[in-house]
Structure formats: structure tokens, C-alpha cells
């Protein structure tokens, strides 16, 4: 039974794998690579930014407000760039699923 199962397994995974050509993993790589760099710049930029320009510099709070603050920003912009990036692997995934069954 586990036999069985084992190469149902492997048939379906190399069924999935050939249902891909070079072109569309190499247009999932560079989503996801696209989107790691957004989720390492954009939270570090925007805290340093916000934090000496918008919550020191222009609201002029404290330093340690200015952190918390700064820290919620960050925050919220991972969470952003998650939701992108789900929403761009959802559609780029029903993408190609319609295009395999429209084949």
C-alpha cells in the first residue's frame, strides 16, 4: 500500500514539472526574486527613511518614538509585500493553469 502510494506520488510530481517549460520557471524566478529583494529593502529603507526624515525630521519626535514608529512601518510594508507576492503568485499560477487547460 505505501508502494503504491510512493510512485502515485512521484508520477504526479513529474507530471507537475512537465507541465512547465523554461520559460515560465524562469518568469516564477524572477517573481520570486523580485520579491525577496523588495522584502529585505524596502522594510530596512523604509524604517531608516521614516525614521530621521519623517518621525525625527518632520514630526519631531523623540528617538525612541521615532523607533516604535518607524518599527510599525516596517512592519506593515513586509505584510504588503507578502500580500503582492500572493496575489502575483496566485494569478501567474492560475495564469498558466488556464493556459495547460486550454492545451
Given at each position: ?33 523580485f ?23 518632520s ?45
Open positions: 500500500h505505501f508502494f503504491m502510494i510512493c510512485c502515485h506520488k512521484e508520477a504526479l510530481q513529474e507530471s507537475c514539472f512537465n507541465n512547465y517549460d523554461g520559460a515560465s520557471l524562469l518568469s516564477v524566478l524572477k517573481t520570486l526574486l520579491f525577496t529583494i523588495m522584502m529585505i529593502t524596502l522594510p530596512i529603507g523604509l524604517y531608516f527613511a521614516t525614521k530621521a526624515y519623517v518621525f525625527e525630521g514630526l519631531g519626535y523623540s528617538s525612541n518614538d521615532s523607533y516604535f514608529y518607524a518599527a510599525i512601518v516596517a512592519v506593515v510594508a513586509v505584510h504588503v509585500v507578502l500580500g503582492l507576492f500572493v496575489y502575483a503568485a496566485w494569478n501567474e499560477g492560475s495564469q498558466q493553469w488556464r493556459e495547460g487547460k486550454q492545451d
